[in-house]
C-alpha cells in the first residue's frame, strides 16, 4: 500500500485554469455533441448555469413541494436554464414540447427507508437518455461511503457509455449522515469525480475554503442546494458559491419548498448570472413575491366576483 501524500496547498483559486477555444473549465477538448449538449446547460453568456433540481422522488417518493410536478414544477420551467428530473417524471409529466435541457438522474436504489443510500446501481441505460433527448445524466458517487467503489464504478461505466454517445456526466458527491462535510472532504470527492472522467460535478458549498475546492477541481462545478434555508440564506450561500468558483447551481428544495418558487428561481438567477448581491436578489425576491400575491388577488377576486 503507497504511503499516503500529504494534501497540497498550492490551490491558486486567484488564477483561474485556462479555458482555449470553449468557455467551460476543462471542456475544451471534448467532442462537439458533448459541447453542444454543455451549451445547452451552461448559458455561453455568463458561462453559468441555474439548473432545477427536481430528481428527489427517485428514493424519497412525493417529497414536499414535489407532490404534483404537473402545478408546482412544470410553470417554473421557462425560469430555469435545466431540469434535472427522472427519466419517469420527464416521460410522465414535463411536456415533450418543452425546449428545455433535461438531465437525467441515472442512479437509483434503496429508498429513504434504509440507513444505507449507498448502495446504488446504474439505473439508466445510456441508449434511453439519447433517445430522450438529454443534455445530460447525473449520478451519485459515496466517496468513503460504504458501497463506495461500486458508486465510483456505476459513475466510471456511465462516463464511458456518456463518452461514446456524447452525452455529459454530472457526477454528485453524496454525503453520508455521519461524514463530516468540509473543504477536504469535498476536494477529495470533487477531484475524484473528476478525474475519473465526470464533465461537471454537482457539490456542497462549504463556509470555509469552497475556494479551494473549485480551483482543485478541473471541471465545472454546481452547487447542490441541500435543505431547505431562508431565502435570504439560500441567495447568500448560491453568491458566494458562485464568487468562489462554482459554475451555477442545482437546487431544489430552496427553490420549490419556497413561499414563493417563481421569485426565488429569479432572484437566484439573478445572482448566478448577474453577479447581483444577496441584499439585492432578497429585495427583488420579495418584490416579486409582492407582485405574484397582488396577480393571484385580482385573479381569486375576478374569481368570486
Ligand atoms: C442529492 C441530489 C438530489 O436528489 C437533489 O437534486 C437535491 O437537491 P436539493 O438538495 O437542492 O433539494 O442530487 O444529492
Same mark, same amino acid.
Given at each position: 500500500m503507497p504511503e499516503a501524500d500529504q494534501e497540497g496547498q498550492r490551490y491558486a483559486p486567484d488564477q483561474p485554469q485556462a479555458t482555449p477555444g470553449f468557455y467551460l473549465k476543462g471542456s475544451h477538448q471534448l467532442d462537439w455533441g458533448?459541447?453542444?449538449?454543455?451549451a445547452r446547460v451552461f448559458d455561453p453568456a455568463s458561462g453559468r448555469t441555474v439548473m432545477l433540481a427536481?430528481?428527489?422522488?427517485?428514493?424519497?417518493?412525493?417529497?414536499?413541494?414535489?407532490?404534483?410536478?404537473?402545478?408546482?414544477?412544470?410553470?417554473?420551467?421557462?425560469?430555469?436554464?435545466? $431540469?434535472?428530473?427522472?427519466?419517469?417524471?420527464l416521460r410522465s409529466v414535463i411536456p415533450a414540447h418543452c425546449q428545455k435541457p433535461m438531465v437525467l438522474r441515472a442512479s437509483g436504489g434503496p429508498s429513504i $427507508?434504509?440507513?444505507e443510500l449507498s448502495d446504488e446501481q446504474i439505473a439508466m441505460d445510456m441508449d434511453d437518455a439519447v433517445r430522450l433527448n438529454a443534455a445530460g445524466v447525473g449520478i451519485q458517487v459515496f466517496i468513503g461511503g460504504e458501497h463506495e467503489t461500486r458508486s465510483v464504478h456505476n459513475m466510471t461505466r456511465l462516463v464511458d457509455a456518456g463518452l461514446r454517445a456524447g452525452v455529459p456526466v454530472m457526477g454528485i458527491t453524496a454525503v453520508g449522515k455521519t461524514m463530516v462535510r468540509d473543504a477536504k472532504y469535498f476536494r477529495l470527492a470533487c477531484r475524484i469525480i473528476a478525474e475519473l472522467g465526470a464533465q461537471y460535478v454537482k457539490t456542497y458549498f462549504v463556509e470555509d475554503g469552497?475556494?479551494?475546492?473549485?480551483?482543485?477541481?478541473?471541471?465545472?462545478?454546481?452547487?447542490?442546494?441541500?435543505?431547505?434555508?431562508?431565502?435570504?440564506?439560500?441567495?447568500t450561500m448560491a453568491y458566494n458559491a458562485v464568487q468562489q468558483g462554482a459554475a451555477g447551481v442545482d437546487m431544489g428544495r430552496n427553490i420549490f419548498q419556497s413561499e414563493a418558487p417563481q421569485a426565488m428561481i429569479a432572484a437566484v438567477a439573478a445572482v448566478v448570472h448577474k453577479n447581483m448581491t444577496p441584499k439585492e436578489a432578497f429585495e427583488l425576491f420579495n418584490s416579486l413575491k409582492r407582485r405574484a400575491a397582488a396577480v393571484s388577488e385580482v385573479v381569486r377576486t375576478a374569481n368570486t366576483g
Open positions: 458533448m459541447k453542444n449538449r454543455l427536481v430528481d428527489h422522488g427517485y428514493f424519497q417518493g412525493p417529497t414536499t413541494g414535489l407532490e404534483r410536478i404537473d402545478l408546482s414544477i412544470v410553470p417554473l420551467l421557462p425560469s430555469c436554464d435545466a $431540469l434535472f428530473c427522472t427519466r419517469g417524471i $427507508l434504509r440507513d469552497f475556494e479551494t475546492v473549485t480551483a482543485s477541481c478541473p471541471v465545472p462545478i454546481v452547487m447542490a442546494g441541500g435543505k431547505k434555508l431562508a431565502e435570504l440564506e439560500a441567495l
